[in-house]
Each structure stands twice: as structure tokens, then as C-alpha cells.
Antibody, heavy 121, light 112 residues
């Protein structure tokens, strides 16, 4: 059974940094494209970043320069580093797995439950 | 970035009746491979989103056949042939033709 377990959320002050983690199990993690998405309270979904199985990375324009996605295939873990956090970064952050092995097609067939990031002074 | 426009924003439905949700992209999502890079997701209350449709019209594993996707290029439709009570939630279209991936604003479906 595919499982994605996010962690690392919490309360952070504006201007601070945090690293989110997503522990994956139940599939060959190293073979799949992975994504981070977020959802602000009461708002819609926003794709944040993605990383191809080969390591190539992509970012949303709104967060580019402040976030870094990475993966440790030996630990089956996906990461998202967020720097210079802003109040508007407050959201539930999800990791999600691509449906197709390899380069994938960005269709996200499994999502975690999310980790809540609250940015406040 | 590709902008996704979804409508209506809210859709009251009657169980047993059909329902349709529309999505329009600012650029064509039709690739040289003949596939449309458009997916539909349902987020049930308090839950993580789930994939319903990929490549514009292919049902994801385990998705009931009352859900269907259609359209090509810039205009897409998600149709529920006969709505059931468990179908309530917010539906999102998402373009996957090119990063950065972008979502429509969502359609909240609830029972009349």
C-alpha cells in the first residue's frame, strides 16, 4: 500500500525557514516523479514544486527562489525547504506521487494527509 | 503560466441527476502525442484530493464509471452521469501540459 507521510510543519515566524519532509513507502520511490502542493485555509489547491525521478526540478513562479525541492532515494524521502517565509505561506502542504514511473506525466495518484505550516509573528 | 478557469464555482445537485463542470485553459493542452494534459481531482470534505480523470478523459483506477471527462485543446468538461451523495466536495481541474502546473479555482458540489 502506498503511503506518504508529511512532517515538519508548525508555527514559524515571518522571515524564518523550515524544511518539510515526506516519507514514502509501498512503492519504488526512486522511480517516480514527486510533487509538493499546498492549500491555504479555505482556499484552492496550488502546485508548489516537482522533482523528476532523475532529479530535475520545477517550481511555481510564486515561490521560485524561496523554495528548494530535493529527494533522498536512499531514505525514500522527499523534502521541501522554504526560506524567508511569509504570512501568505500559511497552508496545508501535501506531497503527492506521480501515477507513472519514470519522467511521469504529473498526474498525482496518491497524496499524503498534509502538514500544516502557520506563519505568524 | 497557463491559467485555468473553472465554472461554475458552486453547483447544487440532485442525487440521481447528471452534473457537469467546465474548465478552460489559456493555452492548448493538446500535446504532440495527441494527449491532453488535463486532470480532474475531487477533494471530499476534510480529505486529501483524489485523482479522478487523467489525460482529459481517462478514469483513474477505482473511479466509478459515472464519472467521465471530455474535451480537447482549451475546453474540457467533467460529467457525473448520476450524482450520488458521496460525490459532494470540491472538484478541481489541473493542467499538466507544462510546469508550473496550475489548477482551476474549484467547483463546490453539494446536494440541493
Amino acid at each position: 500500500e502506498v503511503q506518504l507521510l508529511e512532517s515538519g510543519g508548525g508555527l514559524v515566524h515571518p522571515g524564518g525557514s523550515l524544511r518539510l519532509s515526506c516519507a514514502a513507502s509501498g512503492f519504488m520511490f526512486s522511480d517516480y516523479t514527486m510533487s509538493w502542493l499546498r492549500q491555504a485555509p479555505g482556499k484552492g489547491l496550488e502546485w508548489v514544486s516537482g522533482i523528476i525521478y532523475s532529479g530535475r526540478t520545477y517550481y511555481s513562479d510564486s515561490l521560485k527562489g524561496r523554495v528548494t525541492i530535493s529527494r533522498d532515494n536512499s531514505r525514500n524521502t522527499l523534502y521541501l525547504q522554504i526560506n524567508s517565509v511569509r504570512v501568505e505561506d500559511t497552508a496545508l502542504y501535501y506531497c503527492a506521487k506521480d501515477a507513472i514511473r519514470g519522467d511521469g506525466n504529473w498526474d498525482l495518484d496518491h497524496w499524503g494527509q498534509g502538514t500544516l505550516v502557520t506563519v505568524s509573528s | 503560466d497557463i491559467v485555468m478557469t473553472q465554472f461554475p464555482p458552486s453547483l447544487p445537485v440532485t442525487p440521481g441527476e447528471p452534473a457537469s463542470i467546465f474548465c478552460r485553459s489559456s493555452q492548448s493542452l493538446l500535446g504532440s502525442d495527441g494527449h491532453n494534459g488535463l486532470a480532474w481531482y475531487l477533494q471530499k470534505p476534510g480529505k486529501s484530493p483524489q485523482l479522478l480523470i487523467y489525460l482529459g478523459s481517462n478514469r483513474a483506477s477505482g473511479v466509478p464509471d459515472r464519472f467521465s471527462g471530455s474535451g480537447s485543446g482549451t475546453d474540457f468538461t467533467l460529467t457525473i452521469s448520476r450524482v450520488e451523495a458521496e460525490d459532494v466536495g470540491v472538484y478541481y481541474c489541473m493542467q499538466v501540459r507544462q510546469p508550473p502546473l496550475t489548477f482551476g479555482g474549484g467547483t463546490k458540489v453539494d446536494l440541493k
